[in-house]
């Protein structure tokens, strides 16, 4: 059976609307642009899903601007820095920029560097950095000084290895080096947004060099000189790490101060139902009681095991909370999860479970059924 297409599938976002405002936009800058043959592709658009749509428009800009792509590319600058096309309606002009750019990669490097401002140039720069790592690595470095946080974003984003979304970079999964004058410049960047990035950026890092990762957050915790500082790596320490903490790696652990060996005992995973049903919030709730006669400090999470289509069981783990457990304390903790639809997982009913992660070690699973 066709699949019904959505009127709110963010596709629609490029479509009539976003070409009459950039045909608007460029022709005020360039008053012999055909905006009315460029609107003329909406038809087009129509029978194509979100990446086809943008390739479409981005060679019909081709096809409407002067064929120097110096001169087409001074025309979609100056169309963009009107201000009245931003977020998303940039996208056809940063894969303009990586498609037929990629000869001229100062201009090209520089054009990016204004539109990152205005939507995020961290897909488009993927091919300079596989095809020119050097020379756009060394532009990225540039970018970590400047003033903009969104350039200083640029800089760690567009070069993460492993970039959802957006060309894998196999070279720098293979040698992350190259990339870490970026992320040292970064370390202590007053930004959330830009720590966000540099967190991520060695998430990625982690999933191919995890001794790496920690030994270089070990060294620049000995060069942070402030209190804000010291506090600003230690968020990134913490999110960095994410992924090998779930895991129980004990270099991770001992880098955030946690003993991968905790002292403590589970009593028991309570249910407030063994079946539910899409739609419900599984509710449950432990007792951890500590067995060592000193505090311990505790990364509780907990793993949701989803029933696949062949009956087995795959685990996802979710974070549930970090604390303090002082000696011989005992602890009772609650939690709430919402089984609902997601893009990233088809639910199938039938057998399930759910597992107690302590300091990385699983200590206690339980069976619930997801009803049909």
């Known amino acids: 059976m066709e699949q019904k297409d959505k009127p709110s599938a963010f596709k629609h976002s490029v479509g009539p609307a976003l070409l009459e405002r950039m045909g608007r936009e460029i022709e005020a800058v360039h008053p012999a642009f055909d905006r009315r043959a460029f609107e003329g592709i909406a038809g087009d658009l129509a029978r194509l899903e979100l990446k086809p749509r943008i390739a479409r428009v981005r060679d019909e800009l081709a096809r409407r601007l002067p064929a120097s792509y110096a001169d087409a590319l001074a025309i979609l600058l ?33 054009a990016l560097t204004v539109l990152t401002r205005l939507f995020t140039a961290e897909f488009a720069v993927r091919p300079f950095l596989r095809l020119h790592p050097e020379e756009t690595l060394a532009h990225l470095l540039r970018c970590t000084a400047s003033d903009n946080e969104h350039d200083r974003r640029w800089a760690s984003e567009g070069s993460r290895p492993r970039l959802p979304w957006g060309e894998r ?38 999933k191919d060099h995890p001794g790496y990762v920690v030994e270089t957050l070990l060294a620049w915790r000995g060069e942070a000189k402030t209190a804000d500082e010291k506090a600003r790596l230690e968020w990134i320490t913490r999110h960095a790490l994410r992924t090998l903490i779930k895991a129980g790696h004990p270099q991770a ?56 289509a062949n009956g ?19 602890m009772r903790l609650e939690k709430r999860h919402a089984l609902r639809e997601v893009t990233t997982r088809v639910h199938h009913p039938g057998a399930h479970a759910l597992s107690i992660q302590v300091n990385g070690r699983t200590l206690e699973t339980l069976r619930w059924t997801l009803a049909s």
């Open 169 to 206: 970079l196999q070279q720098l999964v293979a040698d992350p080096t190259p990339t870490l004058p970026i992320l040292r410049a970064l370390a202590f960047d007053a930004s959330l947004y830009v720590r966000k990035s540099v967190a991520n950026h060695l998430n990625d890092i982690t």
């Open 78 to 110: 100056a169309a963009a820095r009107r201000g009245n096309l931003r977020g998303f309606d940039i996208w056809p002009f940063t894969d303009f920029v990586q498609t037929f750019g990629l000869d001229e990669r100062k201009r090209s490097l520089d």
């Open 312 to 330: 087995t069981l795959s685990p996802k783990v979710f974070k549930w909370k970090t604390f303090e457990l002082p000696p011989g304390a005992r």
């Open 253 to 308: 652990l001992e880098a955030i101060g946690v003993d991968a060996g905790a002292a403590l005992r589970v009593h028991g995973i309570r249910f407030e139902e063994t079946t539910y049903a899409m739609g419900d919030t599984l509710a449950f709730a432990i007792d951890l009681e500590s067995l060592s006669a000193r505090g311990q400090r505790i990364v509780l999470d907990y793993a949701i095991h989803y029933r696949k």
